[in-house]
């Protein structure tokens, strides 16, 4: 029976009212910089329509008209920054239109009053589109509504992209997470099972105490302290394996056999700390725990190609089934699908009364 492994994730995506990522820390720092420069440039647009389409000369005009800036932008922010938060991402949509709709008037009747102001004080420039009448208030406000909805395009675009890294952010905190819990669940009965062995060589006063005891702490130095970085050199974790698997002789004693061959450069070479231990482990709990004849374990690591390749054979003994895998193997696929997505290889196999682990990653 062969089983290979996919991942499959899903993401939910955080509320409308999310707090800014620590990659948007720096634009939001930067926030009135931007402002400055987009009403800078929305000025000088403003400018080349009126002076191209509109054919208006007098330069007192261009001065005239940064009073009309101030009103634009407390329209612009009023729906942001007011009307957005509170009725668009609570969708509240009918009441959205409506208070857009009022705020586009009233800013409207306000540039219709400035424009009276100027006419008042001997500007002529405004005075054909000063009168408050229907057609001069529509087209104020048609005017402000490209401005409006411009805005809007850019609040809900930046919004969906600050909430989209925050998601991000929030999944890699979260398979952190489940990756040290994982990690807090490998072989804790392998350490009882040592602490046992090595209280029985203890009264039996064996000269294998003292090896037991520097391997064991080898062990729990390599668990508390390497296994916190994301990645560890291959050699170390290589070491790590063979203190296992050292133990586990001793513990078995002449009924164990154990060929651990590996081939190519392992120098500066890194893998995720901890990985290739779950099948070492399973293959032990399972294939010699109960077995009380001679049992033999090949372990093979190949690295070729920027992929390691890791295999590991032994007798099926009590071995459970690969429909119904055990905590371990559970443990395992979840961690190279959290480390990996898709871009890995795991083929479990039974055959021959050998149950059969075959890994491929890229390093």
């Given amino acids: 029976m062969l089983v290979k492994t996919?991942?499959?994730?899903?993401?939910?995506?955080?509320?409308?009212?999310?707090?800014?990522?620590?990659?948007?820390?720096?634009?939001l720092n930067n926030r009135w910089a931007y402002h400055l420069v987009f009403w800078t440039l929305y000025y000088l647009f403003l400018c080349l329509i009126f002076y191209s389409a509109y054919e208006i000369r007098?330069?007192?005009?261009?001065?005239?008209?940064?009073?009309?800036?101030?009103?634009?932008?407390?329209?612009?922010?009023?729906?942001?920054?007011v009307l957005i938060p509170s009725l668009i991402y609570r969708k509240r949509y009918g009441y959205y239109i409506f208070s857009l709709a009022l705020a586009l008037l009233v800013t409207a009747l306000v540039d219709q009053f400035l424009k009276k102001m100027f006419v008042h004080f001997g500007?002529?420039?405004?005075?054909?589109?000063?009168?408050?009448?229907?057609?001069?208030?529509?087209?104020?406000?048609?005017?402000?509504?490209?401005?409006?909805?411009?805005?809007?395009?850019?609040?809900?675009?930046?919004?969906?992209?600050?909430?989209?890294?925050?998601?991000?952010?929030?999944?890699?905190?979260?398979l952190e997470t489940e990756l040290n819990f994982l990690k807090t669940q490998i072989h804790p009965h392998f350490f009882f099972n040592t602490l046992n062995n090595l209280y029985s060589l203890t009264l039996k006063k064996s000269d294998q105490a003292p090896e037991v005891v520097l391997k064991l702490s080898s062990l729990?130095?390599?668990?508390?302290?390497?296994?916190?970085?994301?990645?560890?050199?291959?050699?170390?974790?290589?070491?790590?394996?063979?203190?296992?698997?050292?133990?586990?002789?001793?513990?078995?004693?002449?009924?164990?056999?154990?060929?651990?061959?590996?081939?190519g450069q392992i120098e500066e070479v890194s893998i995720?700390?901890?990985?290739?231990?779950?099948?070492?482990?399973?293959?032990?709990?399972?294939?010699?725990?109960?077995?009380?004849?001679?049992?033999?374990?090949?372990?093979?690591?190949k690295l070729e190609a920027e992929y390691l390749f890791f295999r590991i054979k032994n007798p099926m003994g009590n071995h459970p089934s690969t429909a119904n895998a055990g905590?371990?193997?559970?443990?395992?696929?979840?961690?190279?699908?959290?480390?990996?997505?898709?871009?890995y290889q795991l083929d479990i196999s039974e055959r021959d009364n050998e149950f059969v682990v075959f890994l491929k990653i890229p390093v």
């Fill in 327 to 343: 905590i371990g193997l559970k443990n395992a696929k979840r961690r190279l699908e959290l480390l990996y997505g898709e871009n």
């Fill in 123 to 174: 500007s002529s420039i405004f005075g054909y589109t000063s009168d408050l009448n229907f057609k001069n208030i529509f087209t104020e406000a048609i005017g402000l509504f490209y401005l409006t909805g411009f805005t809007t395009g850019i609040k809900l675009t930046k919004d969906w992209i600050r909430n989209q890294q925050l998601m991000k952010e929030r999944e890699k905190q979260y």
């Fill in 220 to 263: 729990m130095s390599y668990m508390l302290y390497e296994s916190n970085s994301a990645k560890v050199s291959l050699a170390k974790e290589i070491g790590y394996l063979q203190n296992y698997l050292d133990l586990e002789k001793l513990r078995f004693g002449q009924r164990l056999t154990v060929l651990f061959e590996i081939e």
């Fill in 58 to 81: 007098e330069p007192v005009f261009y001065f005239q008209y940064i009073v009309f800036l101030p009103v634009s932008a407390a329209l612009v922010y009023f729906n942001i920054y």
């Fill in 272 to 301: 995720p700390p901890m990985i290739l231990i779950l099948f070492v482990e399973n293959s032990f709990k399972h294939g010699v725990k109960n077995n009380v004849n001679h049992i033999q374990i090949d372990i093979s690591l």
């Fill in 6 to 27: 996919a991942s499959d994730k899903t993401f939910s995506a955080p509320g409308a009212f999310a707090e800014p990522g620590v990659g948007v820390t720096h634009m």
